[in-house]
């Protein structure tokens, strides 16, 4: 009887192993971050003004002023956008817009006004944009990259991203 206790009691343990590994193994990695060393202001001379290679496709949104939140003017959007390679999406501000954007496929280069060198964001990660970030991105592989984006927008406020989209 004792051993049956302790055989139950060790599956149990496993199990719970188990289950608590293909927990972590299931969650979101968040994307690349600038290294340590390289945090500081960057200017972005040169950066990518106008869209290239890219096409997006908004797939639902919520009217957050009508929400509990009661935000006029905002919505929270959900898109899909691919990135052809050597395709660029052109600086621009999230001053007022904080996103979370999955990759889902490829990898992606990041041009941040925190970070002196380029961040790479690769499939399976989730990249965080936030107040006071201006940046700019480019595919420099050979894949297409594809993201899923959720983002707050200000309906009133011109799209200073991609105005031709």
């Known amino acids: 009887m004792l051993m049956l206790k302790q055989s139950r009691a060790r599956a149990t343990r496993s199990i719970l192993v188990a289950s608590l590994l293909s927990l972590a193994v299931a969650a979101p990695a968040f994307a690349g971050e600038c290294p340590k060393d390289k945090s500081g202001s960057n200017p972005l001379p040169g950066a990518a003004t106008a869209p290239v290679g890219v096409t997006e496709m908004e797939l639902a949104s919520i009217d957050l002023s009508k929400e509990s939140v009661k935000l ?10 691919e990135i052809q390679p050597g395709g660029i999406v052109p600086l621009h501000s999230h001053a007022d817009r904080p996103a979370l954007i999955m990759v889902n496929q490829g990898q992606i280069f990041e041009y941040s006004s925190k970070c002196t060198v380029p961040i790479v964001h690769k499939a399976g990660e989730i990249a965080r944009e936030s107040n006071g970030l201006m940046h700019w991105w480019k595919n420099e592989g050979n894949v297409v990259v594809v993201l899923t984006i959720a983002d ?14």
């Open 72 to 81: 006029p003017e905002r919505r929270l959007r959900y898109r899909h956008m």
């Open 152 to 165: 707050i927008v200000n309906d009133k406020k011109p799209d200073s991203m991609m105005p031709m989209m």
